[in-house]
């Protein structure tokens, strides 16, 4: 499985720095999070429930012309699972077909967050990522 210089270099910065600290970039990768689009904020009904997260976390992908676009929303009270979905959102994101599903499926993981976060919000993150992959193979064709 593929792993972006900048998701590897992410995943090396998370592991060179305490477990609190580790935490504490979680939560500031939650406020960096977008807001969905209008077009999405006014039609929720068009994302998908990513049911393996506790919180209610939802997402949509887009793909046109080959590019990978992500947009999820997270309540503010789920600050791990919104740190999740952007780390996400900024590592696939603007990415091409072929990176996204090649993604390392292992890379929630790879971050270093278990003895700091339960094995419940990490599957959530795994979970948010086969979704992403399935509805970009679904979009794309393949």
Same mark, same amino acid.
Do not use: H, M, W
């Given at each position: 499985m593929l792993l972006t210089d900048a998701a590897a270099e992410l995943a090396e910065d998370f592991n060179a720095i305490s477990l609190k600290d580790r935490l504490q970039l979680l939560l500031e990768f939650s406020d960096q999070l977008p807001d969905l689009p209008a077009r999405y904020a006014d039609h929720p009904d068009l994302?998908? &429930?990513?049911?393996?997260?506790? +919180?209610?976390?939802?997402?949509?992908?887009? %793909?046109?012309? $080959?590019?990978?676009?992500?947009?999820?929303?997270? !309540? #503010?009270? #789920? !600050?791990?699972?919104? $740190?999740?979905? +952007? =780390?996400?959102?900024?590592?696939? +994101? $603007? &990415? &091409? =077909?072929?990176? %996204?599903?090649?993604?390392?499926?292992?890379? !929630?993981?790879?971050?270093?967050?278990?003895? #700091?976060? +339960?094995?419940?919000r990490l599957r959530g993150m795994s979970g948010m990522l086969r979704r992403i992959k399935r509805q970009v193979a679904e979009k794309a064709g393949s």
């Open positions: 994302l998908e &429930r990513v049911e393996e997260c506790q +919180s209610p976390v939802y997402l949509f992908v887009e %793909v046109e012309d $080959g590019i990978v676009n992500l947009f999820f929303t997270a !309540p #503010a009270e #789920a !600050p791990t699972t919104r $740190g999740f979905a +952007s =780390i996400l959102n900024q590592l696939l +994101s $603007g &990415r &091409r =077909i072929e990176e %996204v599903l090649t993604f390392d499926d292992d890379y !929630p993981g790879k971050l270093g967050l278990l003895e #700091a976060v +339960s094995a419940l």
